[in-house]
């Protein structure tokens, strides 16, 4: 599907869409909990009911009401192949937990998930007792387990989400466990992950994030929880209000894990006006300064900051860049080639982006089956010299299915 943005002006109150990084761990710690978990504001992006959809194969009951999510937990083997669809994070979390079984099973996806990198969970596992088998280091995977637990080295150089779903799954092993992590980048969602954890009463202690240990024989328990918003998504519409607009966004928690929390550091670095208070975030259109911000723990943070640096008249420059390379596209190329096209220059060299910012033309963007690209373009198009074309705007259901809907209500100048 394709959607031409106008220049707009947003105006409004609108809430945040639900956290798909918690959801998705909230689901693991569902199935593996006993009693019933209910889930409230759940998340229902692409990436989440895919999860969902993981969980009903590996034995849990999922039913649906308004606003709720209702889980009946206990891990057992109903199908032995696991479609994480094109998830990053659910095909790292739930393939040691696939492990946990002593039955062989099937990791597999779909889409631009089948060219990410999986070759950092091979050699752990088999530290901990479980058969792996990869194409080449990437999907399918197939395990075969029990997860014994014991003492094992993990590279967090590329990802957190291996290591989250190490954490999640070893309180169900034999053995204690003892995690040594190398080069840990995105703490805050491993952060994210203990809280889960902590809600469904697993116990895990950790120095420095480099050394983690996890006491074994440990059982879930079942929870309450609301689902809070998602701050990847939200830095979107805030970037869009610091360039046109005047915005309300609620549902976020000022205290939240998530790493994109840091969205607010880099608005203030910016110039822009912005606020907090228990119940919203508020932005105004403001006179947006060229700026630096070091995205190595909120990769995620990089379309939208971008945004802000491509209204700013002079050269803005973000570090951490090196953590675009393997998302849905190679996000730094892909950012660089897009901006081009709407008249922005990028310059990229090794991990240090620099975006020379003042003037965005307009014209037509391709989303790469990227959601973020597509929210990218836009954002970008709200104050663009002509409109933007964005091609392949449905990848936004991945994480933000409402995102056009919501720019639309708030006054957005857009059409298919």
């Known amino acids: 599907m394709n959607i031409t943005v106008e220049p707009s002006f947003l105006k409004g109150t609108v809430r945040a869409p639900a956290s ?16 019933e978990t209910r889930i409230r504001y759940p998340s229902t992006c692409d990436d989440a009911l895919t999860a969902r959809q993981v969980i009903r194969s590996l034995g849990a009951e999922v039913s649906e009401e308004t606003d709720e999510w209702l889980i009946k937990g206990g891990i057992s083997l109903l199908e032995d192949v696991l479609d994480v669809g094109e ?51 990437y999907l399918p995977v197939k395990v075969h387990g029990p997860l014994q637990g014991g003492r094992v080295r993990v590279d967090g150089s590329k990802s957190s989400q291996f290591l989250t779903g190490l954490l999640m799954s ?73 360039i046109a ?21 880099a608005l203030g670095a910016a110039g822009v006006e912005a606020g907090m208070t228990q ?4 932005i105004k259109k403001s006179d947006i300064h060229p700026f630096s911000f070091d995205i190595t723990h909120c990769p995620d943070l ?9 209204y700013a008249q ?3 420059v973000i570090r951490g860049a090196g953590r675009l390379y393997e998302k849905e596209s190679n996000r730094a190329l892909t950012l660089r080639e897009e901006a081009g096209n709407l008249g922005v220059r990028i310059d990229l060299d090794g991990d240090t982006m620099v975006i020379h910012g003042g003037r965005v033309a307009g014209g037509g963007s391709h989303a790469h089956q990227d959601h973020r690209i597509a929210m990218f373009a836009a954002t970008m198009a709200l104050r663009a010299e002509n409109p933007v074309t964005i091609h392949g705007t449905e990848c936004v259901s991945k994480s933000y299915p409402n995102f056009f809907n919501d720019l639309k209500k708030l006054g957005g100048k857009l059409y298919e």
Not at 89 to 100: K, N, Q
Not at 279 to 282: G, L, S
């Open 302 to 310: 990089a379309p939208p900051l971008v945004c802000l640096a491509a």
């Open 20 to 35: 798909k990084s918690v959801m998705i761990r909230v689901l693991a710690a569902g199935l593996l909990s006993r009693g």
């Open 87 to 137: 998830s990053g994070l659910t095909a790292r979390l739930f393939t040691p937990l696939a492990a946990v079984l002593s039955q062989p099973m099937t990791i597999t996806g779909r889409g631009s998930l089948m060219k990410r990198s999986m070759d950092m969970m091979t050699e752990p596992l088999q530290q901990l007792g479980v058969t792996v088998e990869t194409n080449k280091g």
């Open 245 to 265: 607009g005047d915005l309300k966004v609620t549902g976020l928690d000022p205290e939240s894990r998530q790493a994109d929390r840091k969205i607010m550091e």
């Open 279 to 282: 119940e919203y975030v508020y």
């Open 314 to 316: 002079g050269e803005t």
């Open 170 to 242: 070893l309180p169900l092993a034999e053995k204690d466990s003892t995690i040594l992590v190398d080069n840990l980048r995105s703490l805050p969602y491993i952060d994210l992950t203990l809280r889960v954890m902590e809600q469904f009463g697993v116990k895990c202690e950790h120095t420095g994030y480099e050394h983690f240990f996890v006491p074994s024989n440990q059982e879930y328990q079942a929870a309450e929880t609301d689902i809070e918003g998602d701050w990847s998504g939200a830095a979107f519409l805030l970037a869009a209000a610091a």
